[in-house]
């Protein structure tokens, strides 16, 4: 990789909002953010509707980017979706970013009782429809779009909201497997690893690869995605603090590899036993359980771990040229504001690339 191709813009770093944080609390901490100095928040979507969410953040600061990562794509049709984007992108003067992903099966038919059917087809053509959306509500053309799953043909001018003078909002996609990493290569404008898909040797030896297939594929070029690894890193302002990080993020790593999509980073640095039994112990019910069979040898393999002053040497050792953003996590007080954001700053200059790796 040339000289050209890294470092030849600065890292993004992002924050990642707690998915229990609600309207009340999410303006000030988006604030708090912007002041620590990242470039993005990202708003996931658990107990809490992302895009009323991404409206408080965007109302509470200036600077930063609005990503949800990711809103649930399937529930929603893909109109109901644009409309909101198109709103919070015009609010913000193109401070939002759309994040849409699958999810799981499970939630999708137990939990929203929506169909769900070839899933990585099915985002294709949801994507596809949301270009068509956007370019209608923009140039006011003609809105017809007939995929295999989504047919859009019927936009009056009484329900489109019209161009706005801002960037048409971004769309991003997640994912783990192959089939979705490939997608994202041939469609999407960025991509944000799960947890179980931000390891380096995993991004090397598989995603990042297929990126590159599916953006080489559709003969993106210079316009493939960029990659946001999500390595959730557990750091602290000393190595005390840092110690008492590990049994929460222990509890959560183990519920995290109980799900058998996610589990293949196990397998891969193999662990494959330990991911095994936490599906058959999650399939009993036995979430109490769960945290004892990760042990510490298979978190510190996993997860890159330090103080506030030896992170960004970690996360260069860990991502240097590999994507070109960070997501890390931030404690609930602000009592290391002025840690984080030198640490925020120094990670900045870890070296990224625009470029996915060939395969």
């Not at 953040?57 to 980017?65: G, K």
């Not at 939990?111 to 994507?127: G, K, Q």
């Not at 380096?200 to 003969?219: M, V, Y």
Request: proline fraction near 8%.
């Amino acid at each position: 990789m040339s000289a050209a191709e890294l470092g030849s813009v600065p890292m993004e770093m992002i924050a990642s909002a707690p998915a229990q944080m609600g309207l009340r609390e999410i303006g000030d901490w988006a604030a708090r953010m912007e002041r620590i100095g990242f470039d993005v928040i990202h708003i996931s979507e658990t107990i809490h509707d992302p895009f009323t969410i991404a409206a408080m953040a965007l109302t509470h600061t200036t600077r930063l980017t609005v990503r949800t990562s990711m809103a649930l794509a399937f529930p929603r049709s893909p109109m109901i979706t644009a409309y909101a984007a198109w709103d919070l992108a015009k609010y913000s003067e193109g401070r939002f970013q759309l994040g849409i992903a699958s999810q799981v099966r499970g939630n999708i038919v137990g939990r929203f009782s929506s169909p769900w059917s070839e899933p990585v087809a099915r985002l294709r053509d949801y994507i596809e429809s949301l270009r068509a959306i956007f370019h209608s509500f923009q140039t006011s053309e003609t809105l017809n779009h007939a995929g295999p799953f989504y047919r859009f043909d019927r936009l009056q001018p009484y329900f489109n909201p019209g161009r706005i003078d801002h960037p048409i909002p971004q769309i991003w996609t997640g994912g783990v497997n192959k089939k979705m990493c490939v997608l994202a290569g041939e469609l999407s404008d960025g991509f944000v690893c799960h947890p179980t898909n931000s390891h380096p040797l995993i991004l090397t030896s598989r995603t990042l690869p297929s990126i590159a297939e599916g953006a080489w594929g559709a003969l993106r070029g210079t316009r493939a995605p960029a990659v946001v690894a999500n390595p959730q890193p557990m750091m602290a302002a000393t190595r005390d603090a840092l110690d008492a990080l590990r049994e929460p993020r222990r509890s959560e790593l183990a519920f995290l590899y109980s799900t058998p999509a996610y589990r293949r980073q196990l397998e891969y640095f193999g662990f494959g036993e330990v991911g095994e039994a936490l599906s058959n112990m999650a399939r009993r019910s036995e979430w109490s359980d769960l945290p004892k069979h990760l042990t510490d040898e298979v978190m510190n393999r996993v997860v890159p771990q330090g103080t506030y002053e030896e992170m960004p040497a970690v996360l260069t050792e860990w991502y240097s040229g590999l994507c070109t953003g960070l997501s890390l996590p931030v404690p609930a007080d602000d009592d290391h504001d002025d840690h984080l954001t030198e640490l925020v700053e120094r990670c900045k200059a870890v070296p990224t690339s625009r470029e996915p790796v060939p395969f």
